[in-house]
């Protein structure tokens, strides 16, 4: 069975890009172009991994993580931050994100970074 990712990005050419690598992986992709919209996708779906951008306009990347780690769902969804931002990882961590990546990245990399997220939060 397939995994599913959720993308959020504001960047609508990002998130065709990174739709077309998972696709290619084998991943089922859920895309969103802001914080509000994957809330609001959050709601009917529950995504393997949130593939998450940090700056976006209304709602940004760490109001999405605040909101979903106070939401008692079960399992936990592991989170990937990806920014383009002065890295605050640490910060990041604490809130609740799982890993780190800034911006640029390889799609190497950021696959390497999503399968081992997902590989610690998978039960052993």
Do not use: C
């Amino acid at each position: 069975m397939a995994l599913t990712l959720m993308i959020v990005d504001d960047d609508p050419q990002l998130i065709r890009i990174l739709s077309m690598f998972f696709d290619l992986e084998g991943y089922n992709v859920i895309p969103a172009a802001n914080g509000r919209e994957a809330l609001t996708l959050l709601s009917e779906y529950t995504p393997d991994l949130i593939l998450l951008d940090l700056m976006m306009p209304e709602v940004g990347g760490e109001e999405v993580v605040k909101q979903v780690r106070t939401k008692d769902k079960s399992p936990r969804i592991p989170i990937v931050i990806f920014t383009a931002a002065d890295t605050r990882e640490e910060e990041l961590r604490t809130a609740g994100a799982d890993a780190f990546i800034t911006k640029p990245f390889s799609l190497d990399g950021l696959r390497d970074v999503v399968h081992e997220a997902i590989r610690q939060a998978s039960p052993t």
